[in-house]
T-cell receptor, first 113, second 114 residues
Framework: QQQVKQSPQSLIVQKGGISIINCAYE??????FPWYQQFPGKGPALLIA?????SEKKEGRFTISFNKSAKQFSLHIMDSQPGDSATYFC????????????FGKGTKLTVNP | KAGVTQTPRYLIKTRGQQVTLSCSPI?????VSWYQQTPGQGLQFLFE???????NKGNFPGRFSGRQFSNSRSEMNVSTLELGDSALYLC?????????????FGPGTRLLVL
């Protein structure tokens, strides 16, 4: 059972464009939603995260939009750069004494110069 | 501060063998989680250890096991290897004391089972 669904699987954007990656979840107990960025040969690294009590969080060129009623959240990358080319994973976790992350299947982003 | 380190980085084994992977967390971190990453299934949670105790376990067969030592270093073991165990195994560490803390991932161990 895939608890976090991520789309698209791959995305090609021109330099300076906006990249948008979407995720949907099923478990209403999820209460923390991080996004991870992974470059080839590296482990995932936290990019930005949000909790469901806010609808948007912005850090530099990266913004998370969160829709609690729709159980959806998305990552927007403004002014996309070739250096942003990587695989992006959304994830979710819930309280309960464990830090288990449930990941989406990832989006491979390519930003063309 | 040194990041999460994993050894070995690459490993080739044959079916039926067993393997032990090691993870050294960031200094001061007491939680270590393990994930399996494959192209088909993505990132899947294996287990989490906190202060030498398994705190949660994913949906993997009993061939997958782990442990954590008093210095927070962790090992995972896979016995009777199968071709499908070929994957990147990632560990992540965090303080483990507050829900929603940042988890820091290591570079992973790439396991190939022939």
């Amino acid at each position: 059972q895939q608890q976090v669904k991520q789309s698209p699987q791959s995305l090609i954007v021109q330099k300076g464009g906006i990249s948008i990656i979407n995720c949907a979840y099923e478990n209403t107990a999820f209460d923390y939603f991080p996004w991870y960025q992974q470059f080839p040969g590296k482990g995932p690294a936290l990019l930005i995260a949000i909790r469901p009590d806010v609808s948007e969080k912005k850090e530099g060129r990266f913004t998370i939009s969160f829709n609690k009623s729709a159980k959806q959240f998305s990552l927007h990358i403004m002014d996309s750069q070739p250096g942003d080319s990587a695989t992006y994973f959304c994830a979710a976790t819930q309280q309960g004494g464990s830090e288990k992350l449930v990941f989406g299947k990832g989006t491979k982003l390519t930003v063309n110069p | 501060k040194a990041g999460v380190t994993q050894t070995p980085r690459y490993l080739i084994k044959t079916r039926g063998q067993q393997v032990t992977l090691s993870c050294s967390p960031i200094s001061g971190h007491r939680s270590v989680s393990w994930y399996q990453q494959t192209p088909g299934q993505g990132l899947q949670f294996l287990f989490e250890y906190f202060s030498e105790t398994q705190r949660n376990k994913g949906n993997f067969p009993g061939r997958f096991s782990g442990r954590q030592f008093s210095n927070s270093r962790s090992e995972m073991n896979v016995s009777t290897l199968e071709l499908g165990d070929s994957a990147l195994y990632l560990c992540a560490s965090s303080l483990g004391t507050t829900h929603g803390e940042t988890q820091y991932f290591g570079p992973g161990t790439r396991l190939l089972v022939l």
